[in-house]
């Protein structure tokens, strides 16, 4: 069964940070571009970021840049995105999802940011 | 002005068809892109329905029935979205995407009521 499975998320005060991970199986993880996107509590969907299948190519949203950092280890089947400088307006569910054409999608992890 | 605007609704009866919208933004021709859909119903995660560039070049998503289909509308440089013979199941929220500057981008989405 093709599967995503997201941790790493929590309650985090602003200007602090947190890394999420994401297991991937039933797939040839290295074969695929991964994204992160993430969903405000009653919002719409954003992307965040997405790597190339050897992490030589890598995309950021605007929101993002600068701050966040996405990374694969393709012999654990992982992406990772590290969040730093936290803002209460990155608080949403992040999900990892395969890339081209964001159609496996895992169940997310929340990220809250408040004091 | 967003890159892809949807309308925020849209109601249809059971058994009807629906069609979804979703325009680009002047001076982003639709015939360069290929449009991506996504259905999320309550509480659930996205699901990939279909990619549709033109009627040689699309895909639909794995175990989506036949009833979901695209198409482009040039003059209003719009992708769209078809669902025929629509059931309570397809209650939802539906977002449109592209592949564009090197960003993935979403529209708000389209919340359909079947009544």
């Known amino acids: 069964e093709v599967q995503l499975v997201e941790s790493g998320g929590g309650l985090v005060q602003p200007g602090g940070s947190l890394r999420l991970s994401c297991a991937a199986s039933g797939f040839t993880f290295y074969n695929y571009w991964m994204s992160w996107v993430r969903q405000a509590p009653g919002k719409g969907l954003e992307w965040v970021a997405n790597i190339k299948q050897d992490g030589g190519e890598i995309f ?34 992040y999900y990892c999802v395969r890339d081209y054409p964001l159609d496996i999608w895992g169940q997310g992890t929340m990220v809250t940011v408040s004091s | 002005q967003p890159v892809l605007t949807q309308p925020t609704s849209l109601s249809a009866s059971p058994g009807a068809s629906a069609r979804f919208t979703c325009t680009l933004r002047s001076g982003i021709n639709v015939a ?70 090197s960003t993935w981008v979403f529209g708000g989405g389209t919340k359909l009521t079947v009544l």
């Open chain 1, 60 to 93: 950021y949203a605007d929101s993002v840049k600068g701050r966040f950092t996405i990374s694969r280890d393709n012999a654990r089947n992982s992406l990772f995105l590290q969040m730093n400088s936290l803002r209460a307006e990155d608080t949403a569910v």
């Open chain 2, 32 to 101: 360069t892109y290929s449009i991506y859909w996504y259905q999320q119903r309550p509480g659930s995660l996205p699901r990939y329905l279909l990619r549709y560039k033109s009627d040689s070049d699309m895909q639909q998503g794995s175990g989506v029935p036949s009833r979901f289909s695209g198409s482009k509308d040039a003059s209003t440089n719009a992708g769209l979205l078809l669902i025929s013979g629509l059931q309570s199941a397809d209650e939802a929220d539906y977002y449109c995407a592209i592949w564009y500057s």
